[in-house]
C-alpha cells in the first residue's frame, strides 16, 4: 500500500505470507537419513514477513528514508503416522533422559564398522524452528554542490 501523507511525505507498507507443505519420505535429511520406509515426515514449513517505508524530502537538496521491517520462517518435522515409530511397539525399552523424548518415539539407534547398515534414526522429533530476524535503517542524503552526501544508520 502506498500513501501520500504530504506532498513531502510518502510512506508505503508492504507483506508477504507463505506456506508450504511438504512430505518425506525415507533417505533425506528431514528424516534423518533413514534409508528405508520406516516412516513419512510432513514438514510444514511457514514465512511471514512486512516492511514499512517512510521519506521525507526537506527541500530540493535533502532526503531523509526510514524503513524498518520484520521477517520470520519457520519448520516443523512430525512423523505422518506417529503410531509407526511409538516406543511403545519396542516394549518400552528403557531410555537415559526420558522427558527428552517428547514424541514418545524409539529410540535413535546407529553401528559402527557395519557397512550399510539400517539406519532406524529419526533424530530430534517433534522439531520445531522459528528464525525471527528485525531490520532498522535510517538514512539522510544531502546534495552540496556538486557531492552527494550519504549517512545513515
Known sequence: MDYVITPTL??????????????????????????????????????????????KIFGPSTVNEFTMGATTRGQTFNPVDKSKVARSRMGNIPQWFPASNESGAIPNVTFGGVPNYINCSLGNIPYTNENPVFTFADNFSKVVGRHNLKFGV
Open 10 to 55: 510518502t510512506m508505503y507498507v508492504r507483506g508477504i505470507t507463505d506456506h508450504d507443505h511438504e512430505y518425506w519420505p525415507y533417505g533425506s535429511w528431514v528424516t534423518d537419513n533413514v534409508n528405508y520406509d520406516l516412516v513419512e515426515i510432513f514438514r510444514p514449513q511457514r514465512g511471514r514477513g512486512g516492511v514499512l517505508n517512510l521519506t
